[in-house]
């Protein structure tokens, strides 16, 4: 079955760095789109961002664009969200997401589903 399993968030103070990763298996992971989606108390979950199943198109979000950065490794069946310039608003669930619609004007509703890690930005 599908697996999707996030790691690499925590707390972290506004202007920092944090790299998640998201490790992917039970399915062919070089056939599908990835991504990253949040989720703050009290909030609707949103995209964050995605990538193409071979890199070529990849999409942010207004608010995280110029601060975040979505690679993946085909090779090791991994995802990745670089964030930078981290702010009080990043804080959040984020999930790692599989199987959906990437352009580089929007992002569908994924098929699957990590369980999430914990980004907090705080002094």
């Known amino acids: 079955q599908v697996q999707l399993v996030e790691s690499g968030g925590g707390l972290v103070q506004p202007g920092g760095s944090l790299r998640l990763s998201c490790a992917a298996s039970?399915?062919?992971?070089?056939?599908?789109?990835m991504a990253w989606f949040r989720q703050a108390p009290g909030k609707e979950r949103e995209g964050v961002s995605c990538?193409?199943?071979?890199?070529?198109?990849?999409y942010y979000a207004d608010s995280v664009k110029g601060r975040f950065t979505i690679s993946r490794d085909n090779a090791e069946n991994r995802v990745y969200l670089q964030m930078n310039s981290l702010k009080p608003e990043d804080t959040a669930v984020y999930y790692c997401?599989?199987?959906?619609?990437?352009?580089?004007?929007?992002?569908?509703?994924?098929?699957?589903w990590g369980q999430g890690t914990q980004v907090t930005v705080s002094s």
């Open positions: 039970g399915f062919t992971f070089n056939r599908y789109s």
């Open positions: 997401a599989a199987d959906l619609w990437c352009s580089t004007r929007t992002m569908g509703v994924p098929r699957n």
């Open positions: 990538i193409s199943n071979n890199s070529g198109t990849k």
